[in-house]
Nanobody
């Protein structure tokens, strides 16, 4: 059974950095897409960044140049480095994994597995 576990969230000031981690266990698909989503109160869940098994990446316009998604040397862990955080980045962040390659704009439906989320709060 595939399980995803996020870590690294917290409360920071605007301009600070955080690195989120997602550890995937029980996953062995060679073709995959790993992504980070976020959901703020009262808003829909949105895709923040994704990376597929070929190393192709996708970023939301709101985070380009500030966030970087990467995979660890252990292929079952991936990260979201968040720099220059802004109050509007405040949300619950979820990691997700798909059996398919990443598709820009595909949304939540592409993904087969989800983590429980980690809270990121950015104060001004």
């Amino acid at each position: 059974q595939v399980q995803l576990a996020e870590s690294g969230g917290g409360s920071v000031q605007a301009g600070d950095s955080l690195r989120l981690s997602c550890a995937a266990s029980g996953y062995s698909y060679s073709r995959h897409c790993m992504a980070w989503f976020r959901q703020a109160p009262g808003k829909e869940r949105e895709e923040v960044a994704a990376v597929d098994s070929d190393g192709n990446t996708i970023y939301a316009d709101s985070v380009k140049g500030r966030f970087t998604i990467s995979k660890g040397s252990d292929s079952n862990i991936f990260y979201l480095q968040m720099n220059n955080l802004k109050p509007e980045d405040t949300a619950m962040y979820y990691c997700a994994v798909s059996h398919k390659y990443c598709e820009e704009g595909a949304g939540q439906g592409l993904y087969n597995y989800w983590g429980q989320g980690t809270q990121v709060t950015v104060s001004s």
